[in-house]
């Protein structure tokens, strides 16, 4: 069955490269509306070591945007439902589905140095900075999202080293953070951004203690952040079989 899945990407990737896909172990933080896409991209990429990590229950708020959120899945566990999906889609993947939330407190028990590759698609700025602090001491090459809300034009979302990333708050965020901390990142990484930045046309009522405040979003642009991230980690591996 496999081949079969994997038929047209074997094409450009070769038999070697789709063994060396398979071979990398990745984990994915945050499954909302930028990791769910990432993480069925990498899915059907041929990647079948994944791990998956949130902590929330799909709402009906999630519907617009959210890979595995329907008006059938309203509270249900997010990663069970999508761990679900993605094994029909490739039922030989094996897929970590951890109900939990990535803090300082947890940060040791998710091993971060025995993966390949980790991706960040986390929510909260706190736990966003530890988890780039704890990701570059590792071996694990690592991708970040910045802020998928406020956007509209997807000509306008692109990828750059975290340092050089213009016009996100967020990215803005995490380097003040950094700099009054006096703690950086050990090592380079890229992220997906965009320097767009719309306004809500009203203030939500939504609640979120991970939040200020809740900013409007659409699914074609937080799932282009999703599939960006998605293709950095195919990219990577790509270029080694060159």
Request: charged share 25%; hydrophobic share 40%; aromatic share 8%.
């Amino acid at each position: 069955m496999n081949e079969s899945i994997f038929g047209r990407q074997e094409l450009l990737f070769g038999r070697d490269g789709m063994e060396l896909v398979a071979s990398k172990k990745v984990i994915v933080f945050g499954v909302g509306g930028v990791g769910s896409w990432c993480a069925e991209s990498l899915i059907r990429s041929g990647v079948v070591n994944l791990t998956i990590v949130d902590s929330d229950r799909v709402s009906i708020t999630n519907v617009n945007r959210q890979l595995m959120a329907t008006t059938k899945t309203i509270d249900c566990v997010k990663v069970e439902v999508l761990k679900q999906r993605l094994l029909e889609i490739n039922p030989s993947a094996s897929i970590n589905a951890i109900e939990g939330v990535y803090n300082v407190q947890t940060s040791a028990s998710f091993q971060l140095s025995s993966y390949d590759y980790i991706i960040d698609a986390i929510d909260s700025l706190k736990d966003k900075a530890n988890l780039i602090l704890e990701a570059t001491k590792t071996n694990a090459i690592f991708y970040s999202s910045m802020g998928a809300a406020l956007k509209m034009d997807p000509s306008r979302i692109s990828t750059a080293e975290f340092w050089k990333v213009k016009g996100c708050p967020l990215a803005a965020a995490l380097r003040r953070k950094f700099k009054h901390n006096k703690t950086f990142p050990s090592k380079k990484f890229k992220c997906v951004y965009s320097d767009e930045l719309l306004q809500n046309k009203y203030k939500s009522t939504e609640h979120d203690d991970r939040k200020a405040q809740i900013n409007g979003s659409i699914m074609h642009a937080t799932a282009i952040f999703g599939l960006t991230l998605s293709s950095l980690v195919l990219q990577d591996i790509y270029k080694s079989i060159q």
